[in-house]
């Protein structure tokens, strides 16, 4: 199924500077001084290329930026085409955003290399959210002016029962020096191997030929390499060429330090606005537990997670929160008949459909373009944007489950926007793929 090429990738020289100083997280989530910290630490950081804000046409000064360090020997295509191995060694810190009790140190692998572009309906690359025509647009216009990608896409596929063809990785680069490592400004560790071996590089090829990959993170950026590669088709680019591929990491889905935090959901502007009504509106749905103390938030969620019951919390400010479970599953099945009972069955699912939409009146289009939500991992800013009077509520989430999204994916279907945060993020500047 997925077709996958070994690449020559392009990466910074020591001219540019130390890795820690011109790489950094993905641009979604980089705010303007973020990103004018990172260009005064170095004026080589990806994030100029990523996330350009120069000049009247910021995007042709991208491209000519990226010529320019080209020309300069700032940034230089490896020799030989490899297919790359990367990994994030990372502290999962219960810091009162996450659910649990203690400190966890982890580790993901995953391999970076070229797969071939496949239209969704194809069933080979499956995304599984909706994405928004703005950040689309974006990244077209980035791509147009640089022909070049400067961040992975994220994947997950499965190995079935292990009876793929897929070489020893952690083996095979066992005995090899990374060819990148740094350590970046939250502690998080990151390392890059390069495979050359063309028998295990065949092997990785064979293995991959009988999986799907379902998009983890970068839908816009997927979407984006299709719309660019039609563009070029229409305008004579051959089937074949550098265009028909995107550069894409590829992990394990059973991968044991592979982690989905929630996002949760913030709700503005509302006019009359009733939390009391709120939770009398919802009690033909819902169970409803009100006055927990916010010190008994992640334990209370836990709890519904372990015990497969579809459960989120209501806060309106101080210290206490409302639980909400789904009394009865079946209402969805109702609801939503023409849905598969996994994406009916899924927490966003059910906060949207009965409570965003049906009981606030926050339609899908208003969703999309966040007139009246906003979107957040972080727990700490439900909790201080509410108190802050910034919000006039928060519903926080647990985690959706990785079989889930694979289910949701293979049923052709989409989840609501923001409906799950892959962690860690890939760092951006490690590798890019120059597509002409």
Known sequence: MAEIRPFRALRFTPKAGKAEEVTCPPYDIIGEEQRKGFLMQNPHNIIRLELPRDGADPYKQAGKVLKGWLDNGILRQDDTPAVYVYEIR?????????????????????????????????????????????????????????????????????????????????????????????????????????????????????????????????????????????????????????????????????????????THRLVRGLENFDATALIKASAPYFDVTQNIEIAALNETLEKAYMDGRHAFGFYTGGDFFTLMTLRDPSTMDKLLPSLSPTSRSLDVTILHTLVLERLMGIDRENMANQRNLTYTRSLCDVLGGVDKGDFQCGFILNPTRVSEIRDVASAGEKMPQKSTYFYPKLITGLTMNKLD
């Open 90 to 262: 990372f502290t999962l810190e219960r810091d009162g955003d996450n659910l649990g009790t203690q400190d966890e140190s982890r580790s993901i692998m995953g391999l970076i290399s070229l797969v071939k572009l496949e239209e969704f309906e194809n069933g080979v690359v499956l995304p599984h959210e909706e994405t928004l025509s703005k950040a689309k647009t974006d990244r077209f216009n980035l791509m147009q002016a640089t022909n070049c990608n400067f961040s992975c896409i994220y994947s997950l596929y499965m190995d079935e029962d292990g009876k793929g063809e897929m070489p020893d990785i952690p083996a095979v680069i066992s005995n090899m020096q990374p060819i990148s490592e740094m350590t970046d400004e939250n502690l998080l560790e990151h390392r890059l191997w390069a495979i050359t071996d063309p028998e295990i590089i065949s092997g990785i090829q064979r293995n991959m030929a009988d999986t799907r990959l379902y998009i983890a993170d970068g839908h816009h950026r997927y979407e984006t390499a299709l719309n660019h590669r039609n563009a070029l088709r229409s305008q004579g680019t051959p089937q074949g060429a550098a265009s028909d591929y995107v550069m894409m990491m590829m992990v394990e889905m059973n991968h044991p330090g592979l982690v989905v935090f929630p």
